[in-house]
């Protein structure tokens, strides 16, 4: 399986410039013959709270990916903000009106759609965002794919889960230059404790105030990186062994030694809740 990591340096909102600088990944990709490619968090417009401006454009930009996965012939990983349906919104009043996605296009469609958990307070994202419910997994050729979104991957719950389906997962962000060194370090442990490929695509450049510098690599199911470390726009590559992952969850066999229900009453315990 090979990836191909968009290290974008993202204009600021420009929907229009952002779509022309993806389809020239989509291009190089298509020479370094990928079987997908993954782009950073908001990835046609910038980490934005400008959601009702922007949000009303979600389908344009989805379009957009799968258009060029059906041109191109590569699968697209990529981010979007999206109106929460109606019919939650009637459920929910008190909810923000927002999303932000991670979604998957395969051969022109959309695949696999999915809402960030933790939107991220200390960054006041939770303030326009909505935070999602689910965990979203795929099959792509009998391999399983996730994904989560920046802050996510300070969780590391929702990597287990994720886990018990998923070969490889993504995770792509946003993520500040002042702490891009955590970002290295949660990367390789998710991929550690989980025994997955990690993907983690971040951006490049300015945007609204913040700059980034990249860092976006693969790590292997053991913690390894097996990739370069950039800090400049650039299409990165790797090839995942799915065959060495199955052989190592094989012979040590992690997650067989998780006590889950133990975990589960502990959690019960420490909330007040009821045992059953």
Same mark, same amino acid.
């Given at each position: 399986m090979r990836i191909g990591l968009a290290q974008m340096d993202i204009s600021w909102e420009n929907i229009e410039k952002n779509m022309d600088k993806a389809e020239a990944f989509f291009a190089k990709g298509k020479q370094k013959k990928l079987d997908f490619l993954a782009f950073p968090e908001m990835t046609l417009t910038g980490f934005s709270m400008n959601a009702d401006r922007l949000g009303p454009c979600w389908q344009t930009q989805v379009n957009f990916f799968k258009? +060029?996965?059906r041109k191109y012939g590569i699968g697209a990983v990529f981010?979007?903000? +999206?109106p929460v349906p109606d019919q939650l919104l009637e459920l929910h009043p008190d909810w923000n009106h927002y999303h932000n996605r991670l979604a998957i296009a395969v051969d022109?469609? !959309? *695949? !696999?759609?999915?809402?960030?958990?933790?939107p991220f307070s200390y960054g006041r994202e939770a303030r326009t965002y909505q935070g999602g419910e689910s965990i979203e997994t795929m099959d792509w050729k009998g391999i399983g794919l996730g994904g989560f979104i920046c802050y996510d991957l *300070?969780?590391?719950e929702i990597f287990q889960i994720s886990s018990r389906k998923s070969q490889v997962i993504f995770v792509i962000s946003n993520w500040p230059r002042e702490r891009v060194d955590q970002m290295? *370090? !949660?990367?390789a442990a998710r991929a550690i404790e989980n025994q997955v490929y990690i993907v983690g695509v971040n951006r490049v450049g300015d945007g609204d105030g913040l700059s980034y510098k990249g860092h976006s690599a693969v790590y292997g199911p053991e913690g390894e990186r097996l990739t370069g470390m950039s800090e400049k726009e650039a299409l990165i590559v790797a090839d995942l062994d799915l065959d060495r992952l199955d052989r190592l969850r094989a012979d040590f066999p992690l997650k067989s030694d998780r006590k889950e229900d133990l975990y589960i009453r502990l959690w019960k315990e420490r909330l007040g809740l009821p045992a059953k």
């Open positions: 258009d +060029m996965t981010g979007y903000i +999206m022109g469609e !959309l *695949r !696999l759609s999915y809402a960030k958990i933790h *300070r969780f590391p290295d *370090r !949660l990367l």
